[in-house]
């Protein structure tokens, strides 16, 4: 991430889970980047990553309702609504010090989204690639 891309204005997206119990927001650039992983639980889901400092997530409703996820090392917090069964967002792995968002499960459409692919079927071999997105921005 270049120095540009760390002073750009943030939006504030909200979010949630389909059946609306729970709900967030997250702040984040107008432009995003977005990642498409292929691993076993993200393919099957349809989850697209937006990663981002745990400073710039909040919830706003029904965090007592997540029922929380976790598989093979244990260090990701998968959070899913107890209610409808979507997962809204995670403490990824790969940066346990953010907070990923699922972009479907925004309100609001960024206005413009790249989506890049993500090889998490590898994910050891690439996962550092990702450290950079939740460190915290320059305001």
């Given at each position: 991430?270049?120095?540009?891309?760390?002073?750009?204005?943030?939006?504030?997206?909200e979010?949630g889970?389909h059946c609306?119990?729970v709900t967030?927001e997250?702040?984040?650039?107008?432009?995003i980047?977005v990642?498409?992983c292929?691993?076993?639980?993200?393919?099957?889901?349809?989850?697209?990553?937006l990663?981002?400092?745990?400073?710039d997530?909040r919830?706003?409703?029904?965090?007592?309702l997540?029922?929380?996820?976790?598989?093979?090392?244990g260090?990701a917090?998968?959070?899913f609504c107890?209610?409808c069964?979507?997962?809204p967002?995670y403490?990824?792995?790969?940066?346990?010090d953010g907070?990923?968002?699922?972009v479907?499960t925004?309100?609001?459409?960024?206005?413009?989204?790249?989506?890049?692919?993500?090889?998490?079927k590898?994910?050891e071999?690439?996962?550092?690639?990702?450290?950079?997105k939740?460190r915290?921005?320059?305001?």
């Amino acid at each position: 991430m270049t120095d540009a891309q760390d002073s750009v204005a943030l939006v504030t997206y909200e979010g949630g889970c389909h059946c609306g119990a729970v709900t967030y927001e997250v702040k984040a650039p107008a432009c995003i980047e977005v990642e498409d992983c292929n691993c076993s639980v993200c393919s099957a889901s349809g989850y697209l990553h937006l990663i981002v400092p745990r400073s710039d997530f909040r919830w706003l409703t029904g965090e007592s309702l997540l029922t929380t996820y976790r598989f093979n090392s244990g260090v990701a917090e998968h959070y899913f609504c107890s209610l409808c069964g979507i997962k809204p967002c995670y403490i990824p792995r790969s940066n346990p010090d953010g907070m990923d968002v699922n972009v479907r499960t925004l309100k609001t459409t960024p206005q413009q989204m790249t989506i890049v692919p993500f090889d998490g079927k590898n994910w050891e071999a690439n996962a550092a690639k990702l450290a950079h997105k939740s460190r915290p921005r320059e305001r």
